[in-house]
């Protein structure tokens, strides 16, 4: 019989179907593979979905969109010689209702977003109503709204609708818009109406706010992209914005990638935690065997029968726990689905991503076998003699004779650490995200395994206490077998956990609560005619709401198509990729003037232009977007403007603050470069509080669709309370993943107190026999973790309190306003539930008999 196999039966005889004395290691390795399975699972069906439905996402193989015109003869001739085209437009309307109001609640008049199609929209997918019917474009004066719109307004199907000069009937209420996830973020629910119903609202000016988009549908073998490219490169100047099937939504493609491999990391964070608990269930397994691997080596067994033997009992274990992971992760795949539903397009049902599934349990394998390897190669060297004395002499704690020696277990653990960094950063999108954080996490690892170290160290040359249960709770975190290290790493993270989730959820909550409320518009205004439309757009504020804060500019879109010094122009057609943070060379974008700096702006280079300039045309930019894209001073920026090209020189930079809610153009020219082309105007409209009852914007609302029917209004609470729903169910699947990492660190810290029980069961009957009572050993016992706990409470608020910072003022640009009481209040909330942990593991060492336990030795 070949060694391998008599190891196997030695092995199986060892074990049984419960897994006794492995049940930690299974623990933590269904944690870890479950999370990572999930995740992995959910992102690749995600993945599919986009690309499966990208054409129907899209609305064809290829878009191209203008902002503030429609395209030109030659333009369209163009796309019609690609393919089939489908036309539309897009842009915001308020919708009115005609006749009695059905209902008390129900408003007069309401902001919506208004679609307008031709005959072949959709080209690809299916529009459906209430109901389950598949219908085409609207026909004539038709027109299918969303049901937001039916229950602002108090309609239904056959009930009539104004917008503009338009008068409509409603067709239906919509139930699937095939092409509504590439479309964006909504600023108001959905009504779709006919090109000639768009015609009649009379709602279409030179420099209204809306979009024009064109939809081909190509030839089967063309390539959508060369195409695209061909096209951009004969119209360079003209601001066409161009997105392909493969690319129907690209900023959910980010935010899902993005997001994806965010939850990786932390799952596979979760998993390098539960590798500490694997390691101390490996060594109480080993521990609880010693007897076995002392008889065995008695009777002969080598240093590498025993690897053998146990190594295979844990491979057992571990790929029994990982396939138990692997099925539970795509088990609950589907209720992650249902939290991000509306968020995301996800494939329904179960999905079943065999490349998830195999990248998770490679994490798992790895990890197991990684961190099991030291405690599986320090047994092989260990005499059976000492073996036999390890409950009264520990087998950690004692330096070899030859400690300077680099330990066996160093090679087979570099290369498990190598793999499973390999692996991450090669399965990883962002390679350099991936190995920074692993960097970062080791960084963590090793800063909390110092301070273990250094607690034990520092808790030996403490004085000695007068009381005897201090002075041994004390001795408790120094003496040999002590678990104290593995206890902070494992409490460290997890409790840093709770540090930092608790401070970024009340930061967050704390600046949407303080700046919303006072600084938020509660209207924006947008296409306010030029000349007497503004002054009745003021006289019609000042009647309905006299307290409002009123605020006009003017409102123009554009795109930029070039960009750097004079003479060396960068010409945005050219360039392979746009920058990660240049979102300002991503299509067409808001654009103003103004003759003073605009409100809630810093200058931070350059100098602003006189009132009264009248040289050459200028522009301010952003300083975050100048940096992003190497823009400076003295530079000129290109743009194309309904379709003709402008330059201006860049003046300064300015620091704008997002968080204002207000009108925060990244470009700003002066008025000279822009106050001649076709514009309207936006206007914010800030209500004061006596001035927030439903009658005044109600008042507001039907005033405005009645004196300015081609402008129209976007509700800044019903945006922002989407944004809400949105951040709450990625908060959702964040929590989600980081509470993985908290079970683990409380797996590993049930690991370790079930590592320390045998070694207190020894302490415990010889303090029982010294006359201790059961009392004062729980007291004992509880000193020993409050201790513990006190100082693992302080490192995790500076590591979980600097992270949040971290992440609030660095990423999100906030302010830095936790609320102390409910962090306290979570970190508390840990600490008791360590004490009960520890208290609820260690009764049955206390319910041992001293004559009982003294024969067992």
Not at 134 to 157: E, F, S, Y
Not at 517 to 546: C, H, M, N, S
Not at 808 to 833: Q, T
């Amino acid at each position: 019989m070949s060694r391998w196999a008599l190891a196997w039966r030695l092995a199986r005889r060892g074990l049984d179907w419960r897994f006794r004395g492995l049940r930690l290691l299974i623990v933590c390795l269904v944690l870890g593979t479950a999370a990572l399975s999930a995740i992995g699972t959910l992102t690749g069906g995600i993945g599919r979905e986009l690309a499966a439905r990208g054409q129907s996402m899209l609305g064809g193989d290829l878009e191209l969109t203008l902002a503030g015109r429609a395209a030109a003869a030659d333009e369209l001739a163009a796309m019609r010689g690609m393919g089939a085209v489908s036309q539309g437009v897009r842009l915001q309307a308020m919708a009115q209702r005609i006749g009695a109001r059905r209902a008390e609640s129900a408003d007069e008049a309401v902001p919506v977003e208004l679609k307008a199609v031709d005959a072949r929209w959709p080209l690809y997918g299916a529009f459906t109503v209430e109901g389950g019917r598949k219908v085409g474009a609207p026909q004539g004066m038709t027109a299918w709204i969303d049901p937001g719109v039916g229950d602002r307004l108090g309609v239904k199907a056959g009930d009539r609708l104004k917008i503009g000069q338009a008068e409509l009937v409603i067709g239906g209420v919509i139930a699937g818009e095939p092409d509504r996830l590439s479309e964006g973020f909504a600023l108001g629910p959905t009504v779709i109406v006919s090109e000639e119903a768009l015609a009649a609202s009379g709602l279409v000016q030179v420099g209204s706010m809306a979009r024009w988009k064109y939809r081909l549908r190509l030839p089967a073998k063309a390539d959508p992209a060369a195409l695209a490219g061909a096209f951009k490169a004969r119209f360079a100047s003209s601001g066409f914005q161009v997105k392909t099937r493969d690319k129907a939504s690209p900023g959910l493609d980010r935010f899902v990638e993005r997001m994806g491999q965010f939850l990786v990391l932390v799952a596979l964070a979760a998993l390098g935690i539960a590798g500490i608990g694997i390691a101390g269930g490996v060594s109480s397994y080993l521990e609880a065997r010693r007897a076995s691997i002392a008889t065995l080596k008695i009777l002969g067994a080598d240093a590498g029968d025993i690897v053998r033997i146990y190594l295979l009992q844990i491979a057992a274990a571990a790929s029994a726990a990982i396939a138990l992971g692997l099925a539970l992760g795509v088990g609950i795949t589907p209720l992650l689905a249902r939290a991000l539903e509306g968020l995301l397009p996800i494939p329904p049902g179960f999905t079943v991503d065999l490349g998830a599934l195999a990248i998770a349990g490679a994490y798992g394998l790895l990890i197991a076998l990684t961190f099991a390897a030291p405690p599986l190669l320090d047994a092989r060297r260990v005499p059976a003699m000492a073996l036999l004395r390890a409950r009264v002499a520990p087998l950690g704690g004692r330096w070899p004779k030859n400690f300077w020696k680099v330990p066996l277990w160093v090679l087979p653990v570099g290369l498990g650490l190598s793999g499973i960094a390999a692996l991450a950063v090669l399965t990883s999108p962002q390679p350099w995200l991936a190995a920074g954080f692993l960097g970062g996490a080791a960084a963590v690892f090793a800063l909390l395994a110092l301070i273990g170290r250094s607690l034990s160290w520092v808790a030996a040359r403490l004085p000695r206490p007068k009381r005897p249960l201090l002075r041994m709770a004390l001795g408790n975190l120094h003496r040999p077998g002590a678990q104290t290290s593995a206890l902070v790493v494992a409490l460290g993270f997890a409790l840093a956990a709770f540090v930092l989730l608790a401070a970024v959820q009340t930061s967050i909550d704390a600046n949407i609560a303080k700046r919303v409320p006072e600084r938020a518009p509660d209207y924006f205004v947008l296409d306010v005619p030029k000349g007497a439309g503004t002054e009745t757009f003021k006289a019609l504020v000042a009647t309905t709401a006299p307290r409002a804060a009123v605020r006009i500019v003017p409102s123009l879109r554009g795109t930029v198509i070039a960009f750097g010094p004079d003479g060396a122009m960068t010409d945005v057609a050219t360039l392979k990729a746009i920058p990660e943070d240049s979102w300002l060379l991503r299509g067409d974008r808001g654009l103003t003037y103004a003759a003073d700096i605009p409100q809630g702006n810093v200058l931070t280079a350059g100098r602003w232009w006189p009132q009264d300039y009248t040289g050459e045309p200028l522009v301010s930019v952003d300083e975050d977007q100048a940096k992003a894209i190497g823009l400076k001073v003295g530079d000129k920026l290109r743009i194309s403007l309904l379709g003709t090209e402008r330059e201006a020189r860049v003046a300064s930079l300015r620091r704008i603050d997002w968080s204002s809610f207000g009108f925060n153009y990244a470009l700003v020219f002066s008025p000279n470069a822009l106050e001649d082309a076709p514009h309207t105007y936006a206007a914010t409209i800030t209500l004061a509080v006596p001035e927030k009852r439903q009658a005044v914007r109600r008042a507001i609302l039907a005033g405005l669709v009645r004196a300015l029917p081609e402008s129209s209004v976007i509700e800044v609470g019903p945006v922002l309370g989407q944004a809400r729903n949105l951040l709450g169910q990625v908060g959702t699947a964040i929590f989600a993943a980081a509470s993985v990492a908290v079970l683990a660190g409380l797996a590993v810290l049930a690991g370790a107190i079930a590592a320390a029980r045998a070694a207190r069961q020894y302490d415990s009957v010889i303090l029982r026999v010294l006359g201790a009572s059961r009392g004062q050993l729980l007291a004992l016992l509880a000193a020993e973790y409050a201790l513990l706990s006190t100082v693992l409470a302080l490192v995790a608020l500076a590591l979980g309190g600097g992270t949040a910072w971290l992440v609030i003022v660095e990423l999100f640009e906030f302010d830095w306003a936790p609320d102390w009481g409910r962090v306290f209040a979570v970190l508390g909330g840990g600490v008791a539930l360590v004490l009960v942990l520890a208290v609820a593991g260690s009764l049955s060492v206390l319910r041992t008999r001293p004559a009982e336990a003294l024969r067992a030795l």
